[in-house]
């Protein structure tokens, strides 16, 4: 188990080693209590221009030597993923979008 606090801040990796972003924060259903989530930072120069993508939780994987996470989505991929609104959360319309998108079963069933 981890706290959600300690992966807030932490590195996100493609399988080649290369640095996509960070996670901000996690995303959680509060029926379920299932993380439908990762909110990634990415991009930008010093925390300037970063841009934030919830990203599918099933898409990431935690690689203990790298430290942080790894996932096969590509950094275009991240720029050209649905967009998003203030309220995303409540839209069960872009989740569904979202999670075709990048390929993976929603989290809901």
Do not use: C
Not at 10 to 17: F, I, L
Not at 45 to 64: I, N, S
Not at 77 to 91: M, S
């Amino acid at each position: 188990m981890v706290s959600s606090a300690d992966v807030n801040g932490t590195e996100v990796y493609s399988p080649t080693g290369d640095h996509l972003g960070q996670i901000d924060h996690l995303m959680i259903d509060k029926v379920s209590g299932q993380i439908a989530y990762a909110v990634m930072s990415f991009g930008g120069f010093l925390g300037l221009g970063a841009g934030e993508h919830p990203v599918p939780w099933k898409k990431l994987t935690y690689d203990t030597n790298l430290g942080g996470f790894v996932t096969d989505i590509t950094q275009e991929q991240l720029t050209g993923a649905p967009p998003w609104t203030r309220t995303w959360f409540d839209d069960p319309e872009y989740h569904r979008r979202s999670y075709d998108y990048y390929g993976v079963p929603p989290y809901w069933l």
